[in-house]
């Protein structure tokens, strides 16, 4: 018995060694290195960088070398990017456990930015699908950059003629990831109805656009502030949050979308219909377990219950950007733009980002 105890108390002492250290390694962060020199006679273009984690503090507006196409890529002069979420996780490296993909101590790649819109200045020799002065839009690591590279079979697509530049960029990430958690994980139908807890941010304005899009009953939950503007892109009925809360209103709904997360899964499963879904985008702030808990408890949760809640976490295809790009033509879906940036200031547009209160997407402008 003794003997047992002994292992156990091992096996104990080494998972709390080895978690230790896993956590020591993966917060800890590098200071920022020095710009590496750039060789003379080389082409340059404006970029931001960030050589550390940190806060917008950590993020340079200098000079680097523009790239060229390989033989399967394609150049593009940027017009216009958009900031996102997804931007501001990477800056910080938070929470810590992307840091296994990022990069341990400080980032791998030092560019920033994924949304952008723009023209084809050059293309590989292999390329078949655009050529030179082709209108263009689609995500790139590095965006926040005079140009980017990328290759023509990645998430690039043709702008249509009636859509702006800055509309096409603020498309990419938030609207696929409301496109894809309405349609492939929600399973919205004609006629059903759906709520979106969040509907004026970035993501949430595209899912109430495209909710209408498919036919929906669309509910929106947001500030004061935004209730008309929420109305006036499509939703239904609108909640003020300040004033109702959704999950005592004693309405049902075959889908929620939520991009808040203020609420328990109890209290929203209070309000679906008996087979209905919950989708989870995002979670909530934190370096460590905050924003896993929220997956954690709906894994738990979806065996014991007939309602599904799940998270969603979006893919950048290109035949999905084909599809938004539809949406923007005919008018049923159109961005909603709450500030714009010079690329010298994409460090004041992601503070303004990650105060959390922005109404459709923040710009940078590079016109």
Known sequence: MKLRYKITGGILIFLAVAISSLALVLGYTSACEPA?????????MKAIVYRCYGSPDVLEFVDVAKPTPADDEVLVKV???????????YMRGSPYLMRLGSGLGAPKN???????????EAVGSDVKRFMPGDEVFGGSNGAFAEYVTMGEDRALVMKPADVTFEQAAA?????????QALRDKGKLEPGQKVLINGA????????????????????????????????????????????????????????????VGNH?????????TPDGKFVMIGGAKGNWLAPLMGPIKALVLS??????????????KQEDLTI???????????????????????ADAIRHSEEGHARGKIIIDLE
């Not at 590496?36 to 340059?44: E, H, I, K, M």
């Not at 030092?110 to 084809?120: I, Q, S």
């Not at 498309?171 to 496109?179: N, S």
Request: hydrophobic content about 40%; aromatic content about 8%.
């Open 36 to 44: 590496p020199a750039v060789s003379d006679g080389t082409q340059l």
């Open 79 to 89: 017009h216009a990017a958009a900031v996102n979420p997804y931007d501001w996780h």
């Open 110 to 120: 030092t560019r920033l930015g994924v949304d952008f819109a723009g023209t084809v």
């Open 171 to 179: 498309a990419p990430i938030a609207a696929i990831t409301a496109l």
């Open 200 to 259: 004026s941010g970035g993501v949430g304005t595209f899912a109430v656009q495209i909710a209408k899009s498919f036919g929906a009953e669309v509910t929106g939950v947001c500030s004061t502030r935004n209730v008309e503007m929420v109305r006036s892109i499509g939703a239904d009925h609108v909640f003020d949050y300040t004033k109702e809360d959704y999950t005592e209103s004693g309405k049902r709904y075959d889908l929620i979308v939520d991009m």
């Open 264 to 272: 328990s899964l109890l209290a929203n499963r209070g309000v679906l």
């Open 303 to 316: 065996p014991f219950v007939g309602q599904e809640f799940g998270l969603m976490i979006a893919k950048m």
């Open 324 to 346: 938004l790009g539809g949406l923007m033509q005919t008018g049923q879906v159109t961005p909603v733009i709450d500030s714009r940036y010079r690329l010298s200031e994409v």
